[in-house]
């Protein structure tokens, strides 16, 4: 069993920065791929950025690259989602998540990929 803690969130203005951090006691955390998915109000959970269990590789969705690093520190087994030029329909519930270890970068982007789940924390942007 994988227990990630997300924390971070907040209320912003537009333009702003913020750094989401997702935490586990899993001392084999720098086996596991995460990613950051996030969910809005009626909307589904989308796929946000993705790491792989080694660092060597990251994802992201379109409306993000450029603005969004995802990153790991499997020393303190974080792995993080730093947000600049925040703009209002970042505004979401980000969640942290965790597939099987060692899985291949393939379908990164599926939510049925990711066996282990945060609790998610609310970043709102205002305008």
């Known amino acids: 069993q994988v227990q990630l803690v997300e924390s971070g969130g907040g209320l912003v203005q537009a333009g702003n920065s913020l750094r989401l951090s997702c935490a586990t006691s899993k001392r084999t955390f720098s086996s596991y791929p995460m990613g950051w998915f996030r969910q809005a109000p009626g909307k589904e959970r989308e796929f946000v950025a993705a790491i792989s269990w080694n660092g060597g590789n990251t994802y992201y969705v379109d409306s993000v690259k450029g603005r969004f690093t995802i990153s790991r520190d499997n020393a303190k087994n974080t792995v993080y989602l730093k947000m600049n030029s925040l703009n209002p329909e970042d505004t979401a519930v980000y969640y942290c998540?965790?597939?099987?270890?060692?899985?291949?970068?393939?379908?990164?982007?599926?939510?049925?990929?990711?066996?282990?789940w945060g609790q998610g924390t609310q970043v709102t942007v205002s305008s």
């Open positions: 998540a965790a597939r099987a270890p060692y899985s291949s970068d393939r379908s990164y982007y599926r939510t049925d990929e990711y066996h282990y």
